[in-house]
């Protein structure tokens, strides 16, 4: 069984940084690909970020395109995604995600953690 635990999310200024980590016990080729998602309140949870563990090879959401980077250390079983000029906006619960297949369908992923709140100020 594929476990996931989140940290890291914390309150920041805008124009601030903050790094999440996702940390992956149980992992085999079911948690192939890790995603990052997040869902703000009285809206739809939404995709950030994913990654391929065997290769890094990454993708993003548009809206988080050159301030977000997500990345892995297999040593570890963790997952960051680093956050940089964080906005108000980008305020909302974030979670962690692993799956066989990655993509940015909420579909996509089969395990999922608890999540961590990002709250950013203006």
């Known amino acids: 069984q594929v476990q996931l635990v989140e940290s890291g999310g914390g309150l920041v200024q805008a124009g601030g940084s903050l790094r999440l980590s996702c940390t992956v016990s149980g992992r085999t080729f079911s948690s192939a690909y890790m995603g990052w998602f997040r869902q703000a309140p009285g809206k739809e949870r939404e995709f950030v970020a994913c990654i391929r563990w065997w290769d890094a090879s990454a993708d993003y959401a548009d809206s988080v395109k050159g301030r977000f980077t997500i990345s892995r250390d297999n040593a570890k079983n963790t997952v960051y995604l680093n956050m940089n000029s964080l906005k108000p906006e980008d305020t909302a619960h974030y979670y962690c995600?692993?799956?066989?297949?990655?993509?940015?369908?909420?579909?996509?992923?089969?395990?999922w953690g608890q999540g961590t709140q990002v709250t950013v100020t203006s």
């Open positions: 995600a692993a799956g066989r297949t990655g993509g940015s369908r909420s579909k996509d992923y089969d395990y």
